[in-house]
């Protein structure tokens, strides 16, 4: 939010929570002993593994402010956009891409074969969807009341504490 938007006021606290995530990702990451007590090496995993957390952080900076402009040119022009229209047509957009990617790389006779081995495994899916779509609700819920930056800390806390996990 305060990276890519030129016009928005940087605020101590906004620049103190940014500097906070930061530290606390890079000491979460660094100072972590290895399995067996030996110290940190840098090895491929978690050179990629940096990359993926900056590359997160960096897509939460592009796509949480977008959003936020989105939502204040709505409401200066008396059509407020509510979470579950943001939700609405962020799923509609990726289900669009999934389906046009899979048509392409010929995933869907794969994905068929595979449903009709294990059945079982729809019922694994459904209950996957739901818990998703619930948690998004949340999540989007969250942005539309108290902004992305908001969103992008409890995220980065969450991703965090499920690697705990």
């Known amino acids: 939010e305060v ?5 928005v006021k940087l605020t101590v606290a906004k620049i103190i929570s940014v500097i906070l995530l930061c530290a606390g990702v890079v ?10 007590g030996e110290s940190l090496e840098f090895d491929q995993k978690l050179m990629v593994g940096l990359v993926f957390v ?28 509510t979470a579950y229209h943001n939700m609405f047509n962020m799923n509609l957009w990726q289900g669009l891409m999934a389906f046009f990617i899979c048509l392409v790389t010929g995933e869907f006779p794969k994905v068929a074969a595979f449903v009709s081995a294990h059945p079982s495994i729809l019922k694994i899916l459904a209950d996957y969807a739901a818990a998703m779509a619930l948690g998004q ?15 992008t800390k409890t995220t980065t806390v969450g991703k965090l504490i499920s690697v705990l996990l």
Request: proline content about 3%.
């Open 3 to 7: 990276i890519f938007e030129r016009h």
């Open 27 to 36: 000491i979460f990451t660094m100072g972590k002993k290895g399995s067996k």
């Open 54 to 81: 900056t590359l997160a952080l960096l897509c939460d900076g592009i796509y949480g402010p977008y959003q936020n402009r989105i939502k204040t040119k709505a409401r200066e022009r008396h059509a407020p956009i």
């Open 137 to 151: 609700v949340f999540i989007f819920q969250l942005q539309a009341s108290f902004g992305a930056l908001v969103v």
